[in-house]
């Protein structure tokens, strides 16, 4: 008869048999000893483990992320965030390096166009700005660009004209 691993190794430490367990506790491991619900369990020469890297992990709770969400405005097109992005280092068949995305505050109701140059930015947002007024019966209040900076429409106007 061959030796079994365990004879070889000694009998199977406290900790051993807390891991096979499912990570049970010091007094619910002394329990199944001392009821003799396992049989040929003898853990009685071997001290309490200090730390289960396992046991510390599963307590450890995390903190909440602090809410960085604003409230939103309460009436459609009051705030619209505009944003552009690029250049792109390839452009689409059509020559556009860029695009612009219009976000409405309170709906957040997205558009997005490919542009050729951010000069033509005012004049997508006065299209923008048309389609949205006519499709809800209000006016856009503030346009809030990268930059922080809340601009009326009618600076947009001017800007569209003049190109």
């Excluded at 020559?95 to 490919?114: A, E, I, P, Q």
């Excluded at 006519?134 to 856009?140: A, C, D, F, M, N």
Aim: aromatic share 8%; charged share 25%; net charge positive.
């Amino acid at each position: 008869m061959q030796p079994s691993r365990r004879d070889v190794k000694g009998a199977p430490s406290r900790i051993l048999w807390h891991l096979r367990l499912g990570h049970i506790g010091h007094d619910g491991l002394n329990c199944i000893v001392t009821k003799n619900i396992v049989i040929g369990v003898d853990i009685s020469s071997v001290k309490k483990w200090d730390v289960c890297e396992g046991c510390a992990l599963g307590k450890q709770t995390r903190v909440r992320f602090q809410s960085n969400t604003t409230t939103r405005t309460s009436k459609i097109l009051k705030v619209i965030y505009g944003d552009v992005c690029g250049p792109m280092s390839m452009a689409t068949f059509s020559g556009k390096r860029y695009f612009v995305t219009f976000v409405d505050d309170k709906s957040r109701y997205c558009v997005v166009h490919l542009i050729k140059s951010k000069s033509e930015v005012a004049v997508k947002f006065m299209g923008y700005a048309a389609m949205a007024e006519i499709q809800t019966g209000k006016r856009v209040k503030y346009l809030q660009s990268d930059n922080g900076v809340s601009t009326s429409p009618t600076s947009w106007h001017d800007s569209a004209r003049n190109g």
